[in-house]
């Protein structure tokens, strides 16, 4: 009876595992068809990492190795329709069916990314059967042994050295271009105390945000290149900034006050630039950068002027009252945030106090990109409800991190 017993605890545990694996793989094709369609259009967000980190409340590294091995699992297509083939379908096509672990499908993912593609539908055949009736670790051995029939020189050992003969590099240098797919590289050398100033600058910038809209899991390398755009909107903003051609600093944008006001469509950033019309609505809102509008045939309706759309003393009485960015959970202070619009003035809303909520950069674009709303209560104060898909109550919520005014309302 006891032995009775535990074979049917077994199985039951077997048939639970069998639909855990697939409805792994299942989400993990279910991502992978969000990715194809644009999670940026499907849910606001820069990537199907980032929104299975706030679905899933998992890691960042956790999400990332999700969409790593549903992108190696999953055919898919680009935006554009172009088909992205997977490293290894039939392995997909098993996972679904909830026959293999996850050590099992990254063990036979690892392999299949260095067999060369003209070998990999027998690889990966000999792989999958053999993962029948053996562990991961046996299976990886047989990968090991695959590999090196394929490849038995190796991979060549890397016997340079070191150049120790490199002339000494001037002390401050630094280097700013932009490729032709839109982004800059920046490269540099600094003199120890100038790299101790831009650290110790960098450094406060670039602590975790504390927010409602779920935890932070940037890396430091994405946390340090966020402060470094926010240490540029700062030094935008000193009235200390010298003139150029009589102007204080500022990029120009372009676009067209149909697109504009729909968020579809391009425009033009500076000079050789390319934006969405959807993230120049965010920078129309209040930002160092100037918005000409265009009528239908490229006439210009509107030559925006720097801070025309929140002037200081509405920008006073906003620091006033939201203490900082407003967004639940946010610590953003003042200097770093930016007026919103809850109703865009493209789209007739008023620039007043009444329709004006102070957010930090990066919850400005999450609030334009995805289902979070925001609303002026009826004390004044402003309040936000969260997309259906975090809350299904949507009940509001607001900042309590931020010091009150010392002093009775």
Known sequence: MWKADAVALADRISALLTVVRSAEAEIGALLMEIESRGVMELFGYRSVGRLFE???????????????????????RNLDGTPIPA?????GAAALDGRLSTPMIDTIVGVMTQVPPEHRDNAERDLLSFAEEAGHKQVAALGARILAHLDPDGTEPDTTEPDTTEPATPSRELSLRRKRSGVWELQGRF??????????????????????????FRSPQERYGDAF??????????PDLPMQAGERAHVMVAVSLEDLKSGVGQATLGDTGRISAAEARIHACDCQIIPAVLGGKGEPLDLGRLRRLVSPGLRRALYLRD???????????PRHCQ??????????GPTELGNLVLMCGHHHRLLHRSGWQ??????????????VFLDRRRKPRRNNLHEPLPFAA
Not at 229 to 238: E, T
Not at 325 to 333: D, I, Q, V
Not at 378 to 387: H, I, M
């Open 323 to 333: 203490r900082g960015c407003a967004f639940p959970g946010c610590h953003r202070p």
């Open 54 to 76: 706030h679905l899933a409340d998992v890691p960042k590294a956790a999400a990332e190795n999700v969409v790593k091995r549903a992108r190696a699992l999953t055919s898919s």
């Open 374 to 387: 925001v609303r002026i209560a009826a004390d004044g104060l402003p309040e936000f409800f969260p997309p």
């Open 191 to 216: 003199d120890d105390e100038t790299g101790a100033r831009a650290s110790a600058l960098l450094d406060s910038l670039a602590e975790r945000r504390r927010a409602d809209d779920g935890p932070d």
């Open 229 to 238: 755009s926010d240490a540029i909107d700062l030094a935008l903003n000193s």
């Open 339 to 348: 007026g919103h619009h809850i109703r865009h003035w493209a789209d007739g």
């Open 87 to 91: 490293v290894a379908p039939t392995t």
